[in-house]
């Protein structure tokens, strides 16, 4: 089965190796469950530090709005080690970005 816009690797054997390309990770993905904020957390906080440990001190980044939401939280309480420039989603419609926009100020 080949998806529309993407591809499974397969070796000689014909047996997939592992590796989704483009659509065909959507295989894959819709069925994973979301983080819950708890896992959120801890996962943004373990990506922090190891930049941290690597000097990296300023980062960009363009995941789910709720990490934006985690990242908000750990700055209130004073826990946010790392500078994060956060790209709002261009499908996003203008209201919607105002109002995501309204959170950080």
């Known amino acids: 089965m080949t998806p529309q816009g993407g591809a499974i690797d397969l070796d000689a054997k014909g047996e997939p190796t592992g590796i989704l390309r483009e659509g ?3 295989l894959v993905s819709r069925v994973i469950p979301s983080p819950s904020h708890k896992e959120r957390m801890r996962g943004d906080q ?7 440990a690597h000097g990296v001190t300023s980062v960009q980044d363009f995941s ?5 939401l985690v990242f908000e ?7 946010l080690n790392l500078r994060i420039t956060e790209w709002l989603p261009f499908v996003a419609s203008l209201d919607e970005l105002k109002r995501m926009r309204a959170i950080t100020t």
């Open 24 to 26: 065909a990770q959507d």
């Open 46 to 52: 373990l990506a922090m530090a190891d930049a941290l």
């Open 64 to 68: 789910d709005w709720e990490d934006f």
């Open 73 to 79: 939280e750990l700055e209130k309480e004073g826990n």
